[in-house]
């Protein structure tokens, strides 16, 4: 079995346990996938923090023969996640039956949003005490089997990504919008290659558009957090959770804005974005052309047939700085 197949048989089985836990408790899927996503996002932090903190205490100055503490700013530099002793999930996977596993993971997550103002406000937290502490024990034991420790790369936020088209197969918010398929999202960020400058997604659901964005500048060797400078709208406070989720979970950091596009642009990119990624949702409601009367982005008003689609091209079309740079927008079939 090839590393790929591996990795993949890896997702199913996860995905196959945590379902059926959900299947077999009296949770339905609304109100069990931000929680789970919480604790697939805490995972992989902890496998990113092992990985790295080896050879950080390793290259620790001393002084007086002992070693200065780890710190945050020594995890960064490594694109990883300080964890404090509390926010690990070893330490989360050994609590005894009768502990209170959601008071638990709610400090974990607090602690991790105390050393991160990125992450301040995004983590789940409250949603843990709407699961029982018996399926808060299983799920943590699902996500932590023994083949996880042995492999490496990205695995984790390619589970992550596996967990958010599940969970948008079953609708469990925002009626699966918030999610475009991975191999789409590939397929735009493949044709466009941003190699350097600003990303504006306007229509940035969980955020796959910036990670595959980063994935091809790795490709050309190169890092993700040097080169590109994410932007983006969604119109739903949760969705921005999930999104900053999985950017952290893929060592990226983004300025996601809560706003309905059409009607806001609290960047402020008009004519300024190098590149613009999106798959909006098209041919939905139409727009309010009061609210859009003196809007730059739209300088010969409305198109002829006030759709929302055409309303996103003609967004994204005067978001990018000139020059001839691509947006790139999907149609539907």
Not at 54 to 59: K, S
Not at 85 to 103: H, I
Not at 127 to 134: K, P
Request: glycine share 8%.
């Amino acid at each position: 079995m090839s590393q790929l197949e591996h990795i993949e048989a890896i997702e199913r089985r996860l995905w196959s346990a945590a379902d059926m836990l959900r299947a077999n408790s009296s949770h339905a899927s609304n109100e069990y996938f931000l929680p789970v996503m919480g604790l697939v996002f805490l995972r992989h932090a902890y496998s990113r923090y092992l990985a790295v903190k080896d050879d950080i205490e390793a290259n620790l100055p001393t002084r007086g023969g002992v070693k200065r503490a780890l710190t945050k700013e020594d995890f960064s530099q490594q694109s990883a996640i300080f964890l404090r002793p509390e926010a690990q999930f070893d330490y989360l996977v050994a609590l005894p039956d009768g502990a209170d596993r959601a008071r638990a993971l709610i400090a974990a997550m607090e602690s991790i949003e105390n050393d991160y103002d990125s992450l301040r406000g995004v983590l789940p937290k409250s949603e843990y005490r709407e699961l029982d502490s018996a399926v808060l024990g299983q799920l943590l034991r699902t996500l932590n089997p023994d083949e996880l420790k042995q492999v490496s790369g990205d695995v984790f936020g390619r589970i992550y990504e596996y967990f958010l088209t599940q969970f948008a197969d079953q609708k469990a918010h925002d009626g699966g919008e918030f999610f475009t398929p991975v191999s789409l999202v590939s397929l735009i960020a493949h044709g466009l290659d941003p190699q350097r400058g600003t990303v504006l997604d306007p229509a940035c659901g969980s955020g796959g558009m910036f990670v595959q964005s980063a994935r091809t500048v790795e490709e050309h060797g190169q890092s993700p957090t040097e080169r590109l400078t994410f932007r983006g709208l969604e119109k739903n406070a949760t969705t921005i959770h999930l999104a900053k989720m999985n950017l952290a979970v893929h060592g990226l950091e983004g300025d996601i804005q809560q706003a309905i596009t059409y009607y806001e642009d609290p960047h402020e990119l008009v004519g300024q974005a190098d590149y613009v990624m999106a798959n909006p949702p098209f041919n939905v409601d139409e727009i309010d052309a009061d609210k859009v009367k003196v809007d730059p982005r739209l300088p010969f008003g409305l198109p002829g047939v006030n759709k929302q689609g055409k309303v996103s091209v003609r967004i994204a079309t005067s978001s990018i700085i000139g020059g001839g740079l691509i947006t790139a927008v999907v149609f539907p079939h």
